[in-house]
């Protein structure tokens, strides 16, 4: 059973660069077919893809987000990576990891998830 964690600081201020990490636990990150994604839910709105890094470690990003984020790897910690840079108040959200078998931007095609930290941007 894959289990994933969600770390990193639960305050960033505007304008600096929020990261995340998702340790992976009962499965490798570079096992065939996966692939690791993050997810957030800003507060009142629906969850939303940001990107994934596939087990051969391609990217893929939203278009809206692409110029500001990266997500990365550590195959040796079995660990991927956000970051996302330039924050503002409106990147406030409950961040997920997740795997899934498809490289899709919809949530729903994500089969297992962490438990998800919530971040806010504020000074």
């Known amino acids: 059973q894959v289990q994933l964690q969600e770390s990193g600081p639960c305050l960033v201020k505007p304008t600096q660069t929020l990261s995340l990490t998702c340790t992976v636990s009962g499965g490798s990150i570079t096992i065939n077919t996966y692939y690791w994604a993050w997810l957030r839910q800003p507060p009142g709105k629906a969850r939303e893809w940001i990107g994934y890094?596939?087990?051969?470690?391609?990217?893929n990003y939203r278009p809206t987000l692409k110029s500001r984020t990266s997500i990365f790897r550590d195959t040796s910690k079995n660990q991927f990576s956000l970051q996302l840079n330039s924050v503002t108040p409106e990147d406030t959200a409950v961040y997920y990891c997740?795997?899934?078998?498809?490289?899709?931007?919809?949530?729903?095609?994500?089969?297992?998830w962490g438990q998800g930290i919530h971040v806010t941007v504020s000074s």
């Open positions: 890094i596939g087990y051969a470690g391609n990217t």
């Open positions: 997740a795997r899934g078998h498809f490289g899709t931007s919809d949530a729903h095609l994500y089969t297992d």
